[in-house]
């Protein structure tokens, strides 16, 4: 059983809204919503991992982050550990630097529907605290 670390970034402007990214058709979890994020490397920290992450995949780097939540799941061929770090200040406008969508939600609006099966401990989390 393949065994994943992935630190992911809950970005979160002035207004109250999480910027979101969707996933390819091609990749695990085809079409879904997602905080952007990725594995954790060999030897690398989560904190690392995740602006890496962000800097490739949405353009910013974050400046705080804060650990929102940490959850585990398994998948039919995967065991996963999330991170999800709060990110309220970065340099630069997130935006789909690999050609994904991408779009700012309001944090009481989330849809856990629309993200891996997953995320639903956080995104329930992240609505009580909107
Ligand atoms: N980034 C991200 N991944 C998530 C979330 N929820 C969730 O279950 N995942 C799962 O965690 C894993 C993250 O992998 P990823 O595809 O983002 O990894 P990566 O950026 O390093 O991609 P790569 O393999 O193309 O280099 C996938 O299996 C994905 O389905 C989420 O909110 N954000
Ligand atoms: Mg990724």
Redesign the pocket.
Known sequence: MKK?Q?S?GILRNAAGEIFITQRAAD???ANMW??????IEEGESPELALAR?LFE?VGILPESAMLFDKLE?EFPD?H?T?WFWLVDSWQGEPWGKEGQPGRWVAQKDLLAEE??P??GPVIAKLIAQA
């Open positions: 994943l992935i992911t990749a695990h979890m997602e905080f952007p994020g990725g594995k992450e995949e799941f995967r996963i999330l993200f891996p997953a995320n």
